[in-house]
C-alpha cells in the first residue's frame, strides 16, 4: 500500500471531525473520496498532511509511519496537495507560486517542472508574470494543481478542483487529472462534490458521512448503486425511485 | 539663520541620520508583524544590546591593538550582527514560539515581559550609568556657509547613510530575490499553504528574527558612533519610535518601515530645530495620530485584496 490511514481521528477544539477513518491507497491508483459537505472529507486530507494532526490512528505512507510528523516534512516524502479554497498567494506572481511549489525539489530541475506544468495548463503560462490575486475561480485552480505539481510528488491530494467552475473548465481538469496519474504515474486522492465525474475518472472510491467512511468500492460499483446515486449524484433521484433507493 | 536654507540643509542632515537609526529598527518590527501578525515589543531591547554589543567587541578591539579604524568598525559590525542576532532567535524560541496558536494578547504580553526582562538583564550585567564611547572619526565636507554658518556633512554622516542604504538594498534583494525571501513572503501571506508545500514555517520564522536583529544591532553601533553614550535604556524610547515609524509607513510593508523611519527622524529634526526640543516626542507621535485618522493603513500599507 501507498497511503494507508487506519482508525484516524481528528478533532477541532472539541468537535469530533474524523471518527476513526480507515483508507488504502495502492500505487498507480486514482482514488476518489465523495460526500456530502462538512462529511470530513477535507479534514482527511488536511489530517494525511498533519495539519490538523491525527488525535488517533495512524498514517502510514509506503511503510513510513507520517502520523506525527510536521507538514513539510511529509511534504518531501512526495505527497503534495492542492487544498480547499485553493489557497494561491494573492501578493505573487503565478511564477513565484510555482516557486515556492518546488521547494522541497531540486533547483536543477525547475526549469523542467515549469515547462511540464505550462504543458498542462498552457493557460498560466500566459499569466505566468501575473498576481495570484488577480487570476479568475478557474485559473487559479489550474494554478494550484500545478503549484502542487512543482514537487514533484507522488502522491497527488486534490480537494475539489472542480468546485466553482465552468462546465467546460470542468472537464479540462479532470482530463489533466487523468493525464497526470497515466502518463506520470502520479497516484492521485481526489475529493469531489461533483460525484459522477469524480467516480467514472477513478478506479476506486470512498464514501464519507459524519466523520466515518460509509462504504467503498470500484467507481463503477459506486455509481451503479442505487443508494449512491439516489444520495450523490446529480438526478439519481430521478433515475432510481426514491423508495427503492431507501431500501438498497 | 533660522531662517536660512543652510539651517533647513543642516537639520535635514540630521533627521536623516537619526531617521537611519529609526527605519533600521523599523523593518524589524514590520518583518515581525508581517509574518506572525505581532508586535514584538521586545525589540527596541534588541537594539538596545545590539549598541551594547558594539561598544564591547570596540573596547575589546582597543585592548587586542586593533586599531586602524576601517577594520575595527568591520569587525565590530560584524560581531555586533552575529551577537545580537542570537539574542533575537533565542527570544523568538523561548518566549514565542511556545505561544504560536494562542490568543495575541498572549504573545503581546510575553513581548512587554521580554522587554522589561531584557533591560534589567542589561543593568544587572552592565550597570545602570551612562557608558560613554570617544569618537572614533571626526572632519567632514564642507557643504555651504552663510556667514559664520557652516553647514558640513560629517564621514561618520557619510558612514551611517552609505550603510543604511547598503542594508537596506541587500535586505530587499533577500526578500525578493532568494529562496528564503518567497519563503518569508509565502509565510506572510498563508503560513498553513507554504507549509503544505514543504517550506520549514519555524525555520522562516527564526530568520527573520534573526534578520530584524541584525538590522537592530546596526541601528545600535550607529547610535553608539552618532551619539557616543549609551545606557541600558535607550531602546525604550528609540523602539516606540521606530514602531512609531513601522506604523506610519505601514506596518508589514518594509519599503513603508523604511520611508517611516526617515520621515520620523525628519520629523524629529525639524520640529527640534525650528520649535522646541522639548516637544519634539509629541511631534513625532501627533504625526501618527493624524496618520491613524486619515490613513490607518499607513502611508504605504494597503488593505489586501484577494479575490476567492
Redesign the interface.
Known amino acids: 500500500m501507498m497511503l494507508e490511514v487506519t482508525g484516524v481521528e481528528t478533532f477541532y477544539g472539541n468537535i469530533q471531525a474524523l471518527r476513526g477513518v480507515d483508507v488504502a491507497i495502492q500505487q498507480g491508483e486514482i482514488v476518489t473520496l465523495i460526500g456530502a459537505n462538512g462529511a470530513g472529507k477535507s479534514t482527511l486530507l488536511m489530517t494525511i ?1 498533519g ?1 490538523p494532526r491525527a488525535a488517533r490512528g495512524r498514517i502510514s505512507f509506503e511503510g513510513r509511519d507520517i502520523t506525527r510528523l ?3 516534512e511529509i ?2 516524502l512526495g505527497i ?2 492542492s ?1 480547499e ?1 485553493r ?1 494561491i ?4 506572481t503565478v511564477l ?1 507560486n510555482l ?3 518546488s ?2 525539489a531540486s533547483e536543477d530541475h525547475f526549469d523542467e517542472g515549469v515547462a511540464r506544468v505550462f504543458k498542462l495548463f498552457p493557460l498560466l503560462q500566459e499569466r505566468r508574470n501575473q498576481r495570484g ?3 479568475s ?1 478557474g485559473e487559479q485552480q489550474m494554478l494550484a494543481i500545478a ?2 505539481l512543482m ?1 514533484r510528488p507522488r502522491l497527488l491530494l486534490l480537494d475539489e478542483p472542480s468546485l466553482g467552475l465552468a462546465p467546460r473548465l470542468v472537464s479540462q481538469i479532470f482530463d489533466v487529472i487523468k493525464e497526470i496519474n497515466e502518463s506520470e504515474g502520479v497516484t492521485i486522492f481526489l475529493v469531489e462534490q461533483n460525484a459522477y465525474h469524480a467516480l467514472r475518472l477513478a478506479h476506486r472510491a470512498y464514501v464519507m458521512a459524519n466523520g466515518n467512511i460509509l462504504m467503498s468500492g470500484t467507481g463503477q460499483e459506486l455509481l451503479n448503486n442505487d443508494e449512491i446515486r439516489a444520495a450523490y449524484l446529480e438526478g439519481g433521484a430521478r433515475k432510481t425511485d426514491v423508495g427503492q433507493a431507501g431500501d438498497a | 539663520m533660522l531662517g536660512t536654507f543652510e539651517y533647513f540643509v543642516d537639520q535635514t542632515i540630521n533627521g536623516l541620520t537619526l531617521g537611519s537609526i529609526y527605519a533600521l529598527i523599523a523593518i524589524g518590527y514590520t518583518l515581525v508583524y508581517g509574518i506572525i501578525g505581532m508586535i514584538n515589543f521586545a525589540h527596541g531591547e534588541i537594539f538596545m544590546i545590539g549598541a551594547f554589543h558594539a561598544l564591547i567587541a570596540f573596547l575589546v578591539l582597543g585592548l587586542i591593538g586593533i586599531t586602524w579604524i576601517p577594520l575595527a568598525i568591520l569587525i565590530v559590525l560584524i560581531a555586533t550582527m552575529v551577537l545580537t542576532s542570537i539574542y533575537g532567535w533565542t527570544l523568538e524560541r523561548v518566549a514565542y514560539r511556545p505561544l504560536r496558536g494562542s490568543p495575541r494578547l498572549a504573545a503581546l504580553i510575553t513581548a512587554i515581559g521580554m522587554s522589561i526582562f531584557l533591560q534589567n538583564y542589561v543593568q544587572l550585567l552592565q550597570g545602570a550609568r551612562n557608558k560613554p564611547m570617544q569618537q572614533l572619526f571626526s572632519g567632514g565636507i564642507e557643504l555651504m556657509r552663510e556667514g559664520d554658518y557652516v553647514v558640513t556633512l560629517s564621514y561618520l554622516q557619510i558612514f551611517i547613510f552609505l550603510l543604511t542604504i547598503t542594508l537596506m538594498t541587500v535586505l530587499t534583494l533577500i526578500i525578493h530575490r532568494t529562496s528564503l525571501g518567497r519563503s518569508q513572503r509565502a509565510c506572510e501571506q498563508d503560513r498553513g499553504m507554504a507549509a503544505l508545500l514543504g517550506v520549514n514555517v519555524d525555520r522562516t520564522i527564526s530568520l527573520t528574527f534573526v534578520m530584524g536583529a541584525a538590522l537592530a544591532a546596526v541601528a545600535g553601533l550607529i547610535f553608539l558612533m552618532n551619539y557616543g553614550v549609551i545606557d541600558f535604556y535607550i531602546g525604550f524610547l528609540a523602539g516606540i519610535k521606530a514602531f512609531t515609524a513601522a506604523v506610519l509607513g505601514g506596518i508589514g510593508s518594509v519599503p513603508g518601515a523604511m520611508l517611516g523611519g526617515f520621515l520620523i527622524g525628519l520629523i524629529e529634526a525639524y520640529w527640534s530645530g525650528y520649535f522646541t526640543v522639548e516637544y519634539k516626542d509629541v511631534a513625532a507621535f501627533s504625526i501618527l495620530v493624524l496618520v491613524l485618522i486619515f490613513r490607518p493603513t499607513g502611508l504605504l500599507g494597503s488593505p489586501d485584496i484577494e479575490k476567492v
Open positions: 498532511c495539519d510536521p507538514t513539510y511534504v518531501r503534495a496537495q487544498p479554497g489557497r498567494f494573492p501578493r505573487m513565484e516557486q515556492i511549489g521547494t522541497v490575486g488577480t487570476l475561480g503549484r502542487a514537487s
